[in-house]
């Protein structure tokens, strides 16, 4: 077995494994990278991908960063079977129709800046209709069933207890008489989580590529986070003001939504705080959640059995259109706004921070991962100031963090997982994670398993045989570009050391040229100073 991790590594976004074994060639996930503009650019290298030579594709679940670049691998040529459980496919359908609408606007938006300043423009990463011919290859499995999607190649489908529908997923293939089984985590959810089932036990494997989004820590219990969700709450109902809540449209939302059922049901929820789901894609996933009862936990189950459906809120508002969200904001008095994106990096999410940041009186709930760089990390990072939409926002609004809504199984949920393979020849790739947590993570399973954990490399290309020693093949100037920080640095002097020749001349200039020059300069700087306090 080879194969090429196409992202994911040492990085949380970008899922994708491309594996060839039993004369076929495929791939596990296909995410879209997201983060800088340095991990962003890794979803144009569509010539890596050689989608007209990808014989099928396995989709753990629905989540963009595992499944977002499929429409773009289809503008391709790609036009084979692309395997994934029955609500994955519902909820891919409308996630990747949703961001192909995101990549078109993107593209349209930067276009018109572009125009207007003489630069060449550029194309959306993919279309609408590329996400529609995508839907077509859509193929669904069951949990538990196995499947030969050719010869020698056996693939089981396990649940994963991340989102609904999620899975991880074990090959099993047999080449010169040898069998070897791979097992692929996806991501994995916490026991007892909302809604969704536990994740599967995993059976025997040679190697299992497991996630490591919190292998540095654990999260708090679901009364916990009830009680610091009614902590938030309290705070912003009594001072008149506005809960915000940035969350992923699928499993999160639905998690608070099920959430403050259970605060009311304790009568302690507020019967005149209206609740909004300001997210059009949200609220087709809350559709998508209500169709597939079948994969709901126990206690899910047994609530609607009594009448009760976790989902239903009395004082809950649907906001589909742009005015509705407007509305919001011009309201006056205490509500909660749960909006996308969960990392208040894009959508209508970020002109709920903007109308309410700056508030004393409103808070902030972060639910989820922020990833490195984006609104949500800073904010939870400390900062005074933020800019969305080219304007500084104060931030005033009390900030809390509550992780045990997190989707991802934490550092004791995953070792669990792993319990199985103690004292076993098997050997552990840890893949969707920060590079320093997995340094961590990775000596925490050696010392208490015993096992060899490996941590690759973007476009690491690996062959597998069992009782075969690791031998990695990396590009590190494609893995790890250099940053030469000392040409940076010797660029910037100069152009200082230019401006400050130019300054006599600009001293003869009207004091209004003057003055707009100035102001340039200074935000230049204040630039800089926000550069200098992230070093």
């Not at 938006?109 to 125009?115: L, T, Y």
């Not at 207007?116 to 069933?145: H, M």
């Not at 969700?229 to 309290?234: P, Y």
Request: charged share 25%.
């Amino acid at each position: 077995m080879k194969i090429t991790f196409m992202g994911a590594a040492r990085t949380v976004s970008g899922s994708c494994y491309i594996i060839e074994c039993a004369g076929k060639r495929f791939a596990v996930d296909c995410g879209l990278h997201q983060g800088n503009k340095e991990i962003e650019k890794r979803n144009w290298n569509f010539d890596d991908y050689d989608a007209k030579h990808l014989d099928f594709i396995l989709i753990t679940h629905a989540h963009i960063d595992h499944s977002g670049l499929l429409p773009a691998i289809v503008s391709k040529g790609f036009r084979n079977p692309i395997y994934c459980t029955a609500p994955t496919r519902d909820l891919m359908e409308i996630m990747l129709l949703d961001s192909a609408h995101i990549q078109e606007m993107e593209a349209e938006w930067s276009n018109r800046k572009r125009m207007r300043t003489g630069i060449q423009t550029v194309r959306a990463l993919y279309s609408i209709a590329d996400a529609e011919n995508t839907i077509p290859l859509l193929a669904t499995v069951e949990y538990d069933k196995v499947f030969e999607p050719a010869p020698g190649l056996r693939i089981k489908y396990k649940n994963a207890g991340h989102i609904l529908g999620s899975a991880f997923i074990e090959i099993e293939y047999q080449q010169d008489g040898k069998t070897t089984r791979a097992v692929f985590s996806g991501d994995l959810g916490r026991p007892e989580q909302l809604i969704v089932e536990d994740p599967d036990d995993m059976e025997y494997a040679d190697y299992v590529f497991i996630e490591s989004t919190y292998g540095n820590r654990n999260h708090p219990d679901e009364e916990h986070s009830l009680d610091e969700l009614a902590k938030a709450i309290d705070y912003s109902y009594g001072n008149g003001e506005k809960v915000v809540i940035p969350a992923f449209a699928v499993e999160r939302s639905q998690q608070i939504i099920y959430s403050l059922f259970l605060l009311k049901k304790q009568g302690r929820l507020p019967a005149d705080m209206p609740v909004y789901l300001d997210s059009p894609l949200a609220i087709r996933a809350t559709e998508i959640f209500r169709k597939h009862p079948e994969f709901y936990d126990e206690q899910t189950q047994t609530f609607i059995e009594n009448g009760e459906h976790p989902l239903d809120l009395p004082n809950l508002h649907f906001t589909e259109s742009r005015e509705q969200s407007q509305a919001i904001n011009e309201t006056k008095g205490p509500a909660i706004v749960i909006s996308a994106s969960g990392m208040a990096n894009a959508g209508r999410i970020k002109h709920h921070l903007r109308h309410n940041l700056w508030r004393p009186g409103a808070s902030v709930i972060f639910v989820g991962w922020q990833g490195v760089g984006t609104p949500g990390r800073k904010i939870l990072g400390g900062a005074k100031k933020i800019r969305l939409f080219g304007e500084e926002v104060a931030i005033a609004a009390k900030v809390f963090t509550i992780n045990a809504f997190s989707g991802h199984a934490g550092q004791d949920d995953l070792l669990s997982w792993l319990e199985t393979m103690k004292g076993k020849p098997v050997k552990i790739m840890l893949v969707h994670g920060e590079a320093e947590v997995q340094k961590e993570f990775g000596k925490l399973i050696e010392e208490r398993f015993g096992l060899e954990v490996h941590i690759p490399e973007y476009m690491e290309e690996l062959e597998l045989e069992p009782g075969r020693e690791l031998a990695p093949v990396v590009d590190m100037a494609v893995a790890r570009p250099r940053v030469d920080w000392n040409f940076l640095l010797q660029d910037s002097e100069s152009l200082y050391k230019e401006l400050r020749a130019r300054v006599k001349d600009v001293e003869n200039r009207p004091w209004v040229d003057q003055a707009d020059l100035r102001d340039k300069l200074l935000d230049v700087n204040r630039h800089i100073i926000e550069l200098i306090s992230e070093m």
